[in-house]
């Protein structure tokens, strides 16, 4: 098993920043993929970032490049998305996820990740 805990979210104003943790145990992940997701109100699920663990590459929805980064620190077995630049629209509840990384993955599809955090609420204010 994996378990997956979120921190971070809070309530920003437009052009502030917050940063998401994603604290993971219960096995080793160098052969995972960690995504972030979020889901607004009223609306589904949707990609956000993700890396992989073993060499760091990353995957950014094209909505959040250029603001959000997403990083990992091996030794503390933690995944971060890094926001900057927030805006109204990226209010939603994030969720870390993690997936096994094999041929057929695909990052930007939350059907490709077995373990979910609960999620994070993050607001930003216009």
């Known amino acids: 098993q994996v378990q997956l805990v979120e921190s971070g979210g809070g309530l920003v104003q437009a052009g502030g920043s917050l940063r998401l943790s994603c604290a993971a145990s219960?096995?080793?992940?160098?052969?995972?993929?960690m995504g972030w997701f979020r889901q607004a109100p009223g609306k589904e699920r949707k990609f956000v970032a993700a890396?992989?663990?073993?060499?760091?590459?990353?995957y950014y929805q094209d909505s959040v490049k250029g603001r959000f980064t997403i990083s990992r620190d091996n030794a503390k077995n933690t995944v971060y998305l890094q926001m900057n630049s927030l805006k109204p629209e990226d209010t939603a509840v994030y969720y870390c996820?993690?997936?096994?990384?094999?041929?057929?993955?695909?990052?930007?599809?939350?059907?490709?990740?077995?373990?979910w955090g609960q999620g994070t609420q993050v607001t930003v204010s216009s």
């Open positions: 996820a993690a997936g096994l990384y094999t041929d057929g993955f695909i990052a930007t599809l939350s059907s490709a990740y077995d373990y």
């Open positions: 219960g096995r080793t992940f160098s052969s995972y993929v």
């Open positions: 890396i992989t663990w073993s060499a760091g590459l990353t």
